[in-house]
């Protein structure tokens, strides 16, 4: 167990609907990353946010945005979803940010029908 | 051309195998190299973390870092049926926006045959 923590485990949805995932990092760690995984695709960087900003920008769609809370817990936001959407999105978090060892959480498994 | 090039396999190999999984970078700019271990789609977990060039030993496992080469290595030693997973490759070094960037690779699957 990483101590971070995602919910819910499984989404299941339709195309052009709006779903929120939930992540909590571990104690003590200010720095939250998501990263989506289809098969065909590997792990993909979305975004980065440290301490409540946004610190980095990966392929993250317009569609889909983040935050992170004051209590450092982060949710993605996505919207109009399309079947090509379906995947597994992980959360993971650090101390600081960037340089040292991201942990991950059990991912969310997404499914758009 | 990907920024970290890495085979995806499936890589099989006899119970007690010596296992060697690379990954093939283009940015010098990376600084931190890991490789995490997957199981079954869950989360990916932490197994050598190095800085810069050189060797690290963590048990059956050895990761080598080439800068020169752009190249980096994991060893697992005395394979086990248990070490079968996915294995990935991931380096971080500074983006363009500001901050810090972390690209992984594709993930080599490994299957030990007992």
């Known amino acids: 167990d990483s101590g971070v923590t995602q919910t819910p485990k499984h989404l299941i949805t339709a195309t052009g609907q709006r779903v929120t995932l939930r992540c909590s990092p571990r104690s003590g760690d200010l ?83 | 051309q990907k920024e970290v090039e890495q085979d995806p396999g499936p890589l099989s190999v006899p119970e007690g195998a010596i296992v060697s999984l690379n990954c093939t970078y283009s940015n010098s700019a990376f600084q931190y190299f890991m490789w995490y271990r997957q199981y079954s789609r869950k989360g990916p977990e932490l197994l050598m973390y190095t800085y810069s060039s050189g060797n690290k030993e963590d048990g059956r496992f050895t990761a080598q870092v080439d800068k020169s080469s752009k190249y980096i290595s994991l060893f697992i030693r005395d394979s086990q049926p248990s070490d079968s997973a996915t294995y990935l490759c991931a380096m971080s070094g500074p983006s363009n926006t500001g901050g810090f960037k972390t690209i992984f690779g594709a993930g080599t699957r490994l299957f030990v045959k007992a």
Do not use: M
């Open chain 1, 31 to 113: 720095s939250v990353y998501w990263y989506q995984q289809s098969l065909d695709q590997g792990l993909q960087f979305l975004i980065q946010y440290y301490n409540g900003e946004e610190r980095a920008k990966g392929n993250i769609l317009e569609r889909f945005s983040a935050q992170q809370f004051p209590d450092l817990h982060s949710e993605l936001n996505l919207s109009s979803l399309e079947l090509g959407d379906s995947a597994l999105y992980f959360c993971a978090s650090s101390v600081v940010a960037g340089t040292d060892t991201q942990y991950f959480g059990p991912g969310t498994r997404l499914t758009v029908l």
